[in-house]
């Protein structure tokens, strides 16, 4: 796909997942070990986004599996000249989204006093999915087949997307800038339009899916994945960070 392609192709408008069913596809676990993407070489950057926020139990290093790690690089070098894929999150500990979770769910909770148990879960895993190590349910990020990647300029500074990484507002939605302006003026639209269309085009030719309702987030190999893309089992169950290995046979392969 030519970077016109991924600049002029229209993100499409997916429905959100059905969580029961998505939990109810069954794992093979491939037992890839998580690597971490800051030892990647160019087009790929790493900014652990939690661990810099402050958030307890948060990690200096964003993981994820190995084929996971081969396929952000290839999606990373499919990006027009100039561009480049930011990692700000990949395997999270439970402790991380429990956190992520509870806060969010208290801030809708203040938000509407009255509303009832189940409505309120469902708004929350709008944008933070259920904590959970079951090993036939868990987290996507659990698996380390869930990442949140963004796009910068080639001098590192970050390409504004309409919202910012974690805004759980209604523009996040992958696809929003593909009917609606709002408040936005036309310019302003079109660039965000256009740049959520690369970022989605180019993980998506490598292999990825992506949760409709935050531009930022793909997955490869979870539960999640296998969901949107059809596929009758997922290949990522929970994944331990013990065992974890260096990047080297690419790091090697792209210096030599």
Sequence with gaps: MTAADMMHMPIPLLADPDWPQVGAIAIGEC?????????????????????RQGV??????CYVREDVGRRLLQAARSLPDGLHLVVLDGWRPWRV?????????????????DLPAEQLLALTREFV????THPARPSPHLTGGAVDVTLCSHD?????????????????????YESTVDSDSQADAAVFRQRRRILYHAMRAAGFTNLPSEWWHFDCGD???????????????????????????MGIADHA
Excluded at 100 to 110: G, K, S
């Design 223 to 249: 539960q999640l994945w296998a969901w949107y893309a059809g596929q009758p089992q997922a290949r990522y169950g929970p994944a331990p960070l013990t065992g974890c290995v260096p990047l080297v046979p």
């Design 156 to 176: 590192g500074v970050w390409l504004d997307m309409g919202t910012p990484f974690d805004a759980t507002v209604p523009a996040s939605h992958t696809a929003y």
């Design 31 to 51: 037992g890839e070990r998580l690597v971490p993407t800051s030892l990647m070489p160019r087009p790929v950057l790493t900014f652990p986004a939690y661990a």
């Design 56 to 61: 307890a139990g948060a990690h200096q290093e």
């Design 129 to 132: 999915s259920l904590p959970s």
């Design 97 to 113: 989204q429990q956190q992520l979770f509870d806060a969010y769910q208290d801030t809708l909770r203040r938000r509407h006093p």
